[in-house]
């Protein structure tokens, strides 16, 4: 059974999703159709980026995901679909194809210009996902070839990413995702902290880093180490976000406890 993700900034509350899935099981009705979620900021790619590339190495070899962010539709931003080891992604050329790929190694992609696989040859110019993707997705998972949709695209449109880098004692980041409890997860990795200790500065506010929610009062601030691999700031119980008036692309600085630094070798 082919296994479809779909990921979008579309909400629950209109038949936007229902639409795009309605055309998936017309092409395949025996298409397993996964929500990642529905639930990401209008318009933001990057938090998309991010979701996507802490889901999709939990499903199958071959799986399809479809991947609809897109504030330019109807412009010239193309729409493309990549095969990589593990699968397919399709959805806009707008940053969040060029961004995800990049981290999952070598990948074709195409242009989807051929109509044969669109759903008609006219498709609305505000709604790409219904017309363009979802029939792409859909063909791709009864293991239509790739380079049957369309034309070959080179390359893909570049997104600007948050930076990271080393300061003294410590590393400069920034917030790269929101979650829905309110914690900020940073661009900062697990393996550049290891297991030293260590304080993070947000709008001001220092933070002490901790191993578990819990390990501080309800209510009170904390930094750890998340379940995506990533140094996050939460509040037990609370939100960080709300805590701090704080949001993605907002500057962070971790520093390292100096008695931890001579401890480790």
Request: a negative charge; aromatic letters at 8%.
């Amino acid at each position: 059974m082919a296994t479809i993700t779909l990921l979008t900034d579309f909400g629950t509350q209109d038949a936007y999703v229902g639409s795009m899935k309605g055309v998936i099981a017309q092409i395949n009705p025996s298409a397993l159709m996964v929500d990642l979620t529905h639930q990401i900021a209008p318009q933001d790619i990057l938090a998309a980026r991010f979701v996507w590339l802490h889901s999709y190495p939990y499903f199958p070899v071959g799986t399809v995901h479809l991947a609809v962010v897109d504030p330019g539709v109807g412009t010239q931003r193309r729409a493309i679909a990549a095969e990589f080891d593990r699968g397919f992604l399709v959805g806009p050329d707008n940053g969040l194809l060029a961004s995800a790929l990049a981290q999952v190694g070598d990948y074709e992609a195409v242009e989807l210009t051929n109509p044969d696989y669109w759903l008609t040859p006219h498709p609305s110019q505000t709604f790409h996902g219904r017309d363009i993707f979802a029939p792409a997705a859909a063909h791709l998972s009864r293991g239509v070839a790739l380079q049957a949709l369309g034309k070959p695209a080179v390359s893909l449109a570049p997104l600007e990413l948050p930076a990271c880098q080393p300061i003294e004692n410590g590393i400069e980041g920034s917030i790269q995702y929101v979650d829905r409890f309110g914690n900020l997860i940073t661009n900062i990795p697990a393996a550049q902290v290891s297991e030293r200790a260590w304080t993070i500065t947000c709008h001001q506010q220092t933070v002490t880093s901790q191993a578990t929610y819990g390990a501080v009062a309800y209510g009170h601030l904390l930094s750890l180490i998340g379940s995506h691999g990533w140094v996050e700031i939460a509040v037990n119980g609370g939100s960080a976000a709300r805590a701090l008036e704080a949001a993605v692309r907002d500057t962070v600085r971790l520093f390292f406890h100096r008695e931890s630094d001579r401890a480790v070798p």
